[in-house]
């Protein structure tokens, strides 16, 4: 055997040595456990806000009753020596009860005492957040139907519907004007109106051209950004809300509706915050749809658990029902 060869036999009995890696389960990986990163944590994303936007709604109490004239005096011109006519006014009464969501999540003690970032602190947050948006969720839907005793309907569902009747300029200018000649022809005076729409609908409209290439709602964009939305969108001249919470129909091409609003006929009972609570000492029963009365009941004391539940009182309901106007079908 010559010096430096690698042809004789002690040489073909050696094994191949692996270098270590992360990627080995056994040789190097379990020496670079990942780590959690105390001071971050990636939350859910969720849409922007509806009703934590609105300000020109009208703030009343629970549990009251409002008169509402529906009908009033008329008047008439009178010749010299006739008799004056006589006339009635005519109303109702419009109640604003209460309601109220609520969800409760239950963790160990364990998990609320050792866990980083703090478990407790990332659940309560998220029940906030997730109470915020089914309450925009429930405000925009048309399907919403209001439940007495349980919850109120949404601000569309009893409302006026104008079927959109396309994408085009024309058609979109036409469908605009209908909703907003609608609520006028109602008699709704627009102190403070506001159009609520899906974020697919708005960057529609804010990249929306003429026939001559020029954008035909300018004040939908951002100037020098063609196409963009503005921080502060309108069109014609009304404000624009835009939200990932207005539904959206499942299709080719996706609809979503556009909804005008005078906020002014909007009332609106809220105790205006989610209120948090915990126990560790309270039986639940730890289901999505549980029985009333409860049961079988769980001890968060005796299996060392702790119930974290989050509530908002809150109710709203429309003045006139024609102050809402709500283009529907639209697809952009």
């Known amino acids: 055997m010559s010096v430096g060869s690698t042809t004789g036999d002690q040489w073909l009995q050696r094994t191949a040595v692996a270098a270590g890696t992360t990627q080995d389960p056994t040789w190097a990986a379990p020496l670079v456990n990942y780590r959690i990163m105390s001071d971050e944590f990636i939350e859910l994303l969720r849409p922007a806000t509806i009703v934590g936007r609105l300000t020109g709604y009208r703030t009343v109490p629970f549990n009251v009753k409002i008169p509402r004239e529906t009908a009033g005096a008329t008047a008439g011109w009178v010749g010299e020596g006739l008799s004056k ?31 980083v970032p703090s478990a407790e602190m990332l659940v309560r947050d998220d029940l906030i957040a997730a109470i915020s948006q089914f309450i925009d969720q429930q405000f925009i839907d048309g399907s919403v139907a209001a439940v007495a ?26 469908d605009l004007a209908a909703a907003v000649l609608a609520m006028t022809a109602a008699n709704i005076q627009m102190r403070n109106p506001i159009w609520i729409m899906h974020p697919n609908a708005a960057a529609f409209l804010a ?10 709602f300018p004040s939908m964009s951002l100037s020098g950004q063609p196409g963009a939305i503005a921080p ?36 609106v009972a809220d105790d205006g915050q ?31 658990m702790l119930g974290i539940r989050a509530e908002r009182y809150i109710y709203w309901l429309m003045r006139r029902v024609a102050a809402v106007q709500e283009i529907t079908g639209f697809h952009p």
Not at 87 to 102: E, H, N, R
Not at 241 to 251: E, F, H, K, Q
Not at 282 to 304: G, K
């Open 85 to 115: 006519p006589v006339s009635k006014l005519t109303f109702d009464q419009v109640t604003i009860p209460w309601a109220k969501i609520a969800v409760i999540v239950v963790i160990t003690q364990e998990l609320a005492r050792f866990s």
């Open 149 to 174: 005793g349980v919850h109120p309907g949404s601000i569309n569902n009893t409302s006026p519907n104008i079927p959109s009747s396309g994408a085009t300029v024309a058609a979109v200018t036409n």
């Open 207 to 216: 990249a929306l051209r003429t026939a001559q290439d020029v954008f035909a």
């Open 232 to 267: 502060t969108p309108t069109l014609m001249g009304i404000p624009v809300l835009v939200s990932g919470n207005v539904p959206t129909v499942a299709g080719t091409p996706v609809t979503s509706s556009i909804t005008l609003l005078e906020q002014s006929e909007l009332m």
């Open 274 to 304: 989610v209120t948090v609570d915990t126990s560790n000492e309270a039986s639940l029963q730890l289901d999505t749809a549980p029985a009333t009365p409860p049961t079988p009941l769980i001890s968060l004391w005796q299996q060392n």
